[in-house]
């Protein structure tokens, strides 16, 4: 069950993986089928329903493209 839900702002996302790599359930990635407007994979939630609601994405964002919220 998941614990919370988190929001990309696809068009500002530059595809680093950061958000990736800190995710500790492993429920992110980059979208390798869709590129944004600036031409980068954005990253996206591939199961949301293991979201925990931690946040470490949102921390580790250094453009602020994820809002995280937690139930």
């Not at 949301?48 to 580790?60: D, Q």
Request: hydrophobic share 35%; aromatic share 8%.
């Amino acid at each position: 069950m998941a614990k919370g839900r988190v929001f990309f702002d696809q068009e500002l996302c530059k595809g680093c993986g950061l958000c990736v790599l800190v995710c500790p359930v492993q429920c992110l990635a980059l979208n390798r089928k869709e590129i944004n407007s600036k031409g980068y994979n954005p990253a996206y939630c591939k199961e949301p329903e293991k979201c925990i609601g931690c946040a470490n994405c949102g921390v580790m964002c250094p453009d602020s493209v994820i809002t995280v919220e937690r139930f």
